[in-house]
């Protein structure tokens, strides 16, 4: 009896499996017939070709212009360039005015500078090389030197303190201004020649004018 009962569960399990295969049984979707006909080479141009490739599509440009914000600059004038301000303001007026475009105008009440750009200007760092060119007139450069800022693009101004470098006390301060300066100037017109940048002395502040690199040189040889 014991060796039966396998055959039986077998044939059961074959049953359960038959039944399940003919409710499960699906027929299978009628194929659609397939075109014989073949396209000839006039048909397949057309359809390769999309009205897409054959349009010209032009976008609306940007007009950068017309919305264009105007930037304004106020540059503090120190009371011993007044003077100087004074004596070389048509000289300032048309560097700034003819050549860069910039509208210029003093204002007294707040003792500054006003520069503002305008339609004519196509350079948009214009304005920032505007305001470089008085900060450097404001600083006491030269005016021959402050106009090399707005033609040449790697000029910079860098300023830092004796106390940076070494604390000096009571007379040791002025003996090292006029170590720096030299005897009529002489030592910062060899270091000014020598790394090609420009040196003003003012006090206790130093402002070297030039290139990031000449004016390393010159700061190390100072």
Same mark, same amino acid.
């Given at each position: 009896? !014991?060796?039966?009962?396998? @055959? &039986?569960?077998?044939?059961?399990?074959?049953?359960? !499996?038959?039944?399940?295969?003919?409710?499960? =049984?699906?027929?299978? @979707?009628?194929?659609?017939?397939?075109?014989?006909? !073949? %396209?000839?080479?006039?048909?397949?141009?057309?359809?390769?070709?999309?009205?897409? %490739?054959?349009?010209?599509?032009?976008?609306?440009?940007?007009?950068?212009?017309?919305?264009?914000?105007?930037?304004?600059?106020?540059?503090? &004038?120190?009371?011993?360039?007044?003077?100087? @301000?004074?004596?070389?303001?048509?000289?300032? %007026?048309?560097?700034?005015?003819? =050549?860069?475009?910039? %509208? &210029?105008?003093?204002?007294?009440?707040?003792?500054?500078?006003?520069?503002?750009?305008?339609?004519?200007?196509?350079?948009?760092?214009?304005?920032?090389?505007?305001?470089?060119?008085?900060?450097?007139?404001?600083?006491?450069?030269?005016?021959?030197?402050? &106009?090399?800022?707005?033609?040449?693009?790697?000029?910079?101004?860098?300023?830092?303190?004796?106390?940076?470098?070494?604390? @000096?006390?009571?007379? =040791?301060?002025?003996?090292?201004?006029?170590?720096?300066?030299?005897?009529?100037?002489?030592?910062?017109?060899?270091?000014?020649?020598?790394?090609?940048?420009?040196?003003?002395?003012?006090?206790?502040?130093?402002?070297?004018?030039?290139?990031?690199?000449?004016?390393?040189?010159?700061?190390?040889?100072?």
């Amino acid at each position: 009896m !014991e060796a039966s009962k396998p @055959l &039986v569960e077998d044939n059961e399990a074959t049953k359960l !499996e038959e039944a399940k295969d003919t409710d499960m =049984h699906v027929e299978p @979707l009628a194929e659609e017939p397939e075109d014989k006909e !073949e %396209l000839t080479a006039e048909e397949r141009a057309t359809l390769m070709e999309f009205e897409t %490739l054959n349009q010209t599509i032009e976008f609306e440009k940007a007009k950068v212009g017309a919305k264009k914000k105007t930037e304004f600059r106020r540059i503090p &004038v120190p009371l011993h360039r007044y003077t100087p @301000l004074r004596s070389n303001w048509e000289t300032i %007026l048309k560097t700034l005015v003819k =050549h860069m475009g910039l %509208l &210029v105008r003093m204002n007294t009440k707040r003792r500054a500078v006003e520069i503002k750009t305008t339609k004519e200007v196509k350079d948009s760092g214009a304005i920032q090389k505007g305001a470089d060119f008085l900060k450097a007139f404001m600083l006491g450069f030269e005016l021959q030197d402050a &106009v090399a800022i707005l033609r040449l693009e790697d000029l910079h101004i860098q300023t830092f303190e004796i106390k940076d470098v070494k604390t @000096l006390k009571n007379d =040791h301060l002025p003996r090292c201004i006029g170590r720096i300066c030299g005897e009529k100037g002489k030592t910062k017109n060899a270091i000014e020649n020598a790394t090609r940048t420009r040196i003003v002395v003012a006090d206790t502040r130093i402002h070297i004018l030039g290139s990031f690199s000449n004016i390393q040189y010159a700061k190390s040889a100072v």
